[in-house]
C-alpha cells in the first residue's frame, strides 16, 4: 500500500531564515505531488505541483520554491522567511492505477514564523 | 476560473440529527468531484469522488449526491466522532489533476 510522510510535524523559525519541507511517497512510482498551504480555518491553496522529476509548476508567486530531485521526493523550501509564511502545509501525491485522479494527503507541516 | 462555496462555514448538531452540508461549485469541465474529512492539526482524508450529475455515494452515515451545480453531503444520525471539517473540491480536465478547494464547513456533533 501507498504511504506518504511529511516531515517535520512542526517547525517554529524566525523571520528571515531560510525553509525546508520534506515529503516522500512510498508504494507508487511517478506519483503526481502537491504542495498546499492551509491558513487559520481556510480551505486549501495549491502552492506547486510536480508531474515528474525536476518538472515542476507554480501556482501563486511568493517567497516559496520547491523542487522534485527524486521520482518520489518533493520538497517546499525558502531562503528567507517572511512572518505571511505562517500556516498548515500539506503534501498530496495522486495517480493510482485506478485512475481515479484521487489525491492523498500526508499529515502536514505547523509552520509558525516568528 | 474554477470556484467552490460551501455552507454553512459552521454547524453545531446534536448526536442523532440528520443535516446536509452544500458545495456549490462553478467549473469549466467537471472531471470530479471530492469530499474529504480534516481533523485539528492533521491532514485531509479522502471520503468520496463524484464525476456526474445523479451520481451517489454512501459511507455509514455520509452520502454524497451531485448535481450540475453543487454537491451535497449528507449525514443521518451523525454521531460525536463525526465532528470535524469536511472540505468539497473540483477538479477539471485541465492541468494535473489539481483541487479547488473549498473553505470547508466545520462540524460539531454534541453528545
Known amino acids: 500500500s501507498q504511504t506518504i510522510h511529511q516531515w517535520p510535524a512542526t517547525l517554529v523559525q524566525p523571520v528571515g531564515s531560510p525553509l525546508s519541507l520534506e515529503c516522500t511517497v512510498e508504494g507508487t512510482s511517478n506519483p503526481n505531488l502537491y504542495w498546499y498551504r492551509q491558513a487559520a480555518g481556510r480551505g486549501l491553496q495549491l502552492l506547486f505541483y510536480?508531474?515528474?522529476?525536476?518538472?515542476i509548476s507554480s501556482e501563486v508567486p511568493q517567497n516559496l520554491s520547491a523542487s522534485r530531485p527524486q521520482d518520489r521526493q518533493f520538497i517546499l523550501s525558502s531562503k528567507k522567511l517572511l512572518l505571511s509564511d505562517s500556516g498548515f502545509y500539506l503534501c498530496?501525491?495522486?495517480?493510482?492505477?485506478?485512475?481515479?485522479?484521487?489525491?492523498?494527503f500526508g499529515a502536514g507541516t505547523r509552520l509558525s514564523v516568528l | 476560473e474554477d470556484q467552490v462555496t460551501q455552507s454553512p462555514e459552521a454547524l453545531r448538531l446534536q448526536e442523532g440529527e440528520s443535516s446536509s452540508l452544500n458545495c456549490s461549485y462553478t467549473v469549466s469541465g467537471l472531471r470530479g468531484l471530492f469530499w474529504y474529512r480534516q481533523d485539528p492539526g492533521k491532514g485531509p482524508e479522502f471520503l468520496f469522488t463524484?464525476?456526474?450529475a445523479g451520481e451517489e455515494k454512501e459511507k455509514e452515515r455520509l452520502k454524497a449526491t451531485l448535481t450540475k451545480k453543487e454537491s451535497f453531503l449528507h449525514i443521518t444520525a451523525p454521531k460525536p466522532e463525526d465532528s470535524a471539517t469536511y472540505l468539497c473540491a473540483v477538479q477539471d480536465f485541465q492541468g494535473a489533476q489539481k483541487l479547488v478547494f473549498g473553505q470547508g464547513t466545520r462540524l460539531t456533533i454534541n453528545p
Open positions: 463524484l464525476y456526474s
Open positions: 510536480s508531474v515528474g522529476i525536476g518538472q
Open positions: 498530496a501525491w495522486s495517480g493510482g492505477t485506478d485512475g481515479k485522479n484521487i489525491q492523498y
